[in-house]
């Protein structure tokens, strides 16, 4: 069997809000064995990936939170920096939010225009994971006003935001986006924006019971999503 490898990048969008305890808790015992099993989910596609580069954006709520609202990590590369990766996780409070809407697409939006994509290798895969147990503040609510902490140049609707993705002139393309190697995973309830956000070209829903803080999260299906995308 001819085998292929590949690059791959991992940009983890996560909701740690004061509901999402049981589910932060999960994550961070799943993070680092979750590198291990999407390699070995590959290597039975004959896919090979030396390393993988991966960011982590932490969102609670911009108009409630100010400066806990978005958490940014650096971009860490697995296996070599995996300490350093689970020491950053382990620094993930579930803490804040306001009453039912987060700041979700401020959160998608920023980390994505922050991580610095791989541009190496024949075979690339840039994908997205995105979770959070309820809707999203619309992006239109900053032109009542925003604090210090909001975060610069951000899309004023969510057609703007899908044209960053789906844009051939999208603004992510300087930090080697690909719309052909990009798939987004988001684990969420079917609500707004999530909902819209399914016809998008690369993003797939896995659907998420509302307002449960994702304590019912599979982590199997995170990995499995992952593999089959390669």
Known sequence: MQRYKCAADLLIVMDATSSTQ???????QHALSMYDEIILALKEKARIID???????VFRDLYVD???AIEESPVFTLPQDAGKYKAFLDGIESAGGGSLAESG???LAYGLSKMQWNKMGNKRRQICLFYSDDEAHPFEKAEKGTDEYYPKGMPHSLDEFSDWI???QSKLIR???SLKDFRCFLFVPRVYPYTEMADWTGVA???QERGLGLKNLQFKVVTDAIGASF
């Open 205 to 207: 829903v896995i659907e």
């Open 166 to 168: 789906e844009s051939k």
């Open 66 to 68: 100010q400066e806990k």
């Open 105 to 107: 697409l401020e959160g």
């Open 175 to 177: 930090n080697g986006f």
């Open 51 to 57: 390393e993988m580069c991966v960011k982590v954006i």
């Open 22 to 28: 049981s589910y932060i808790n999960q994550f961070k």
